[in-house]
């Protein structure tokens, strides 16, 4: 089956630093990849949507130059979370689709947990 | 009111046990997705299902359309069938709506 590899899979940082996260597609090209955020019992919320060569779609609420995405290639998208502090604290995940839509199976990376000291 | 409804919220059950998480959603879908997420995070994908049934092993998924429903069946369940299970739903244009999840946990 299809593999997204996210890394790191878990990362402390100090306030005021900023962490990059890859999403990667190893064995397929990934027209769109997802971003979401995870807090602890709650389900995941969508906060971008990238396609390979365009700027990404935020949802509301997001700020974009907090959560600087990069999707240069078909098979990479990264997730850059700047001056991070403790609130940003959580579980963020990748998921990459083939078709830009939801109309076909999701692959996920396993996550990276981010912890703010 | 959440547009996906799962229930239950947590289920524990004894190894062997048939299981059946229900999914129940408002609006109008093109596509029902079941994931399980697994203790450390990652999510795996189980069945994508737009109408009908599916089987994957000890895995099996039903959806029926006119009620907006789905359910996710477990067979001769197993401690390592332990993991959050999420039903997510998606209406042509729009986003992917998630459930709260269903905590399932096999005891042996």
């Known amino acids: 089956g299809a593999v997204v590899s996210q890394h790191p899979s878990r990362v402390i940082c100090k306030s005021g630093t900023s962490v990059k996260i890859e999403c990667r597609s190893l064995?397929?090209?990934?027209?769109?990849m997802f971003w979401y955020r995870q807090f602890p019992k709650q389900s995941l919320m969508l906060m971008a949507t990238?396609?390979?060569?365009?700027?990404?779609?935020?949802e509301q609420g997001v700020e974009k130059d907090k959560f600087l995405i990069n999707h240069a290639s078909l098979t990479l998208s990264t997730l850059t979370v700047t001056s991070a502090h403790p609130e940003d604290s959580s579980f963020y995940i990748c998921?990459?689709?083939?078709?830009?839509?939801?109309?076909?199976?999701?692959?996920f990376g396993n996550g990276t947990r981010l912890t703010v000291t | 009111k959440n547009e996906v409804e799962q229930s239950p919220q947590n289920l524990t059950a004894q190894e062997g046990e048939f299981i059946t998480i229900n999914c129940s959603y408002s609006?109008?879908?093109?596509?029902l997705h079941w994931l399980q997420q697994h203790p450390g995070g990652g999510i795996v994908s189980l069945f994508m299902?737009?109408?009908g049934k599916k089987k994957h092993g000890r895995l099996i998924a039903t959806i029926n359309i006119q009620e907006k429903h789905s359910s996710l069946h477990i067979t001769a369940s197993h401690p390592r069938d332990s993991a959050v299970y999420i039903c997510?739903?998606?209406?042509?244009?729009?986003?992917?709506?998630f459930g709260e999840g269903t905590q399932l946990t096999v005891n042996p």
């Open positions: 998921s990459a689709s083939r078709s830009g839509n939801y109309n076909s199976p999701l692959h």
């Open positions: 064995d397929f090209q990934a027209t769109t």
């Open positions: 990238s396609n390979e060569g365009s700027k990404a779609t935020y």
């Open positions: 609006v109008g879908i093109s596509a």
């Open positions: 299902l737009s109408s």
């Open positions: 997510a739903v998606y209406a042509s244009g729009s986003r992917l709506t």
